[in-house]
């Protein structure tokens, strides 16, 4: 029945969050050892090289073809500016810091939405922005001992993440997904390249395994977010993307020693409850919900 394809959407929505995991966990390893701006050259370029291939194997030119072409480049421009915000956020902070403040995107996309894309945003939405925000300001605690500049760069990389996700919206269907993940790709790996003659160092021999994992783990996961959404309304999908925080709090465990303060905790709760309402709140309107996932 209906059910089946359902189960199955969500179990690839998952895999897609554990993926996006390991690609920032991997980036957080890797940046113990070479730039931020060196992790994002590779993190792009493979996914780049890969999409290539991809539109190579598919053998289809017209995957080349796009009917937006300045809004491609602003998406590719958008992510890219999310993830240099996030990789430099997640080289000071704790994963669980990034991931709880990274759930903001829905709600911005929420907010931005009204006077974007011309979608009526009720009071009941704007109040659960609000109280997403208040989440975000526990996690962050500024005037604390606890608060870091970097959390600035965290809050940041949502805010980009929620344009990018926007315009995703825009481009909708009127390219193809290939496409889309093309020029992101394109946009994406130029971009970082800019700035590596300042910054340009050699991975040195392990340093290698954790840049090829974020490479794929990139590519891998946007695949499965796709094919995910091919089987089930991206309304059902949106409140798996929460599931991150557990991969989080468990790699940064394990990789790095750290234990999220009770602060994250709360925090993060406020924000997932208050995102898990927009949606509940969508759905029942029977709005268009965008996954709103920081898929650096």
């Known amino acids: 029945g209906l059910?089946?394809?359902?189960?199955k959407g969500i179990a690839l929505m998952a895999l897609a969050i554990f993926a996006f995991s390991i690609l920032d966990a991997?980036?957080?390893?890797?940046?113990?050892s070479v730039p931020a701006q060196v992790a994002m050259?590779?993190?792009?370029?493979?996914?780049?090289?890969?999409?290539v291939v991809v539109v190579l194997r598919v053998g289809d030119w017209q995957l080349l073809k796009t009917k937006h072409p300045l809004v491609q480049l602003l998406r590719g421009v958008m992510l890219l500016t999310s993830t240099y915000c996030n990789f430099t956020a997640m080289a000071h902070l704790q994963l669980a810091?990034?991931?709880a403040i990274s759930f903001m995107i829905p709600l911005w996309v929420c907010a931005l939405s009204g006077?974007?894309?011309g979608e009526q945003v009720g009071w009941r939405r704007w109040t659960a922005v609000l109280v997403a925000f208040m989440g975000v300001l526990i996690i962050m605690r500024p005037g604390t001992a606890s608060f870091h500049w970097a959390m600035f760069f965290s809050l940041g990389a949502t805010l980009a993440g929620a344009m990018y996700n926007i315009l995703t919206r825009k481009v909708?269907?009127?390219?193809?997904?290939?496409t889309s993940l093309l020029y992101v790709c394109l946009v994406g790996a130029v971009g970082a390249a800019l700035p590596l003659p300042w910054h340009w160092q050699m991975p040195q021999n392990g340093v290698w395994f954790f840049i090829i994992a974020m490479g794929l783990a990139g590519v891998i996961g946007h695949y499965l977010l796709i094919q995910g959404h091919r089987l089930a309304p991206a309304s059902v999908l949106a409140p798996f993307a929460y599931t991150q925080i557990i991969w989080m709090i468990l790699f940064g465990y394990i990789l790095f020693g750290d234990v999220p303060d009770h602060w994250t905790l709360i925090g993060a709760s406020v924000v997932i409850?208050?995102?898990?309402?927009?949606?509940?709140?969508?759905?029942?309107?029977?709005?268009q919900t965008t996954i709103s996932i920081p898929a650096d």
Request: hydrophobic share 50%; glycine share 6%; proline share 4%.
């Open 41 to 51: 050259f590779f993190r792009y370029t493979i996914a780049f090289l890969i999409s």
């Open 273 to 287: 409850a208050s995102g898990l309402f927009v949606f509940l709140r969508e759905r029942h309107l029977g709005r």
């Open 172 to 178: 909708g269907a009127a390219d193809r997904t290939e």
């Open 26 to 32: 991997s980036a957080k390893q890797a940046m113990l």
């Open 115 to 117: 006077p974007l894309l």
């Open 3 to 7: 059910m089946a394809p359902r189960i």
């Open 97 to 99: 810091q990034t991931a």
